[in-house]
């Protein structure tokens, strides 16, 4: 299994995978050396997660590996679904997946997504609208959502 670390606006983020695809993507609360040497099967993660961050990518298109139950794997296939500047319930997800009565079962499996932003966990919230739950912290739920809002805040004076 092949690692990068990278810098992004919400912390450092590690990559892992190999031939077989990204297994998983996750923002880190510590500080790790920036890998300086990106493995070969990690490049194209790495390229299409900077376009992101600058705005200039919609979409992934990535060979994928994350390791999970079946039913998690259903839920992030699912969540693939969600289009980018959108959102959905939980409890839409669960109508979508079949089983309205499973909403916490695929808020449980939605936390446990490995393939942070791109699987994008963060286009869930909850019937109220309200920001629920994010396994990188609500912070970071709340700028990736704005991130790729089409309606961006205007500053009234530059700081």
Known sequence: MEEAYIRTPLGVTKIAGDDLGVSSISVLNTDEVITEIVPEVLEDAVYQ???????KRTSFDLLLNPIGTDFQQRVWKELL???????????QLSKTLGDVKATRAVAAANGKNPLWIVVPCHRVIGSDGSLTGYAGGLSRKKWLLEHESPYKQQRLFNV
Do not use: A, M, R, W
């Not at 997660?49 to 705005?55: M, S, V």
């Not at 679904?81 to 409890?91: A, D, E, R, W």
């Open 81 to 91: 679904q969600i289009p980018y500047g959108k959102t959905v319930s939980y409890l």
């Open 49 to 55: 997660l900077n376009e992101y961050f600058e705005g």
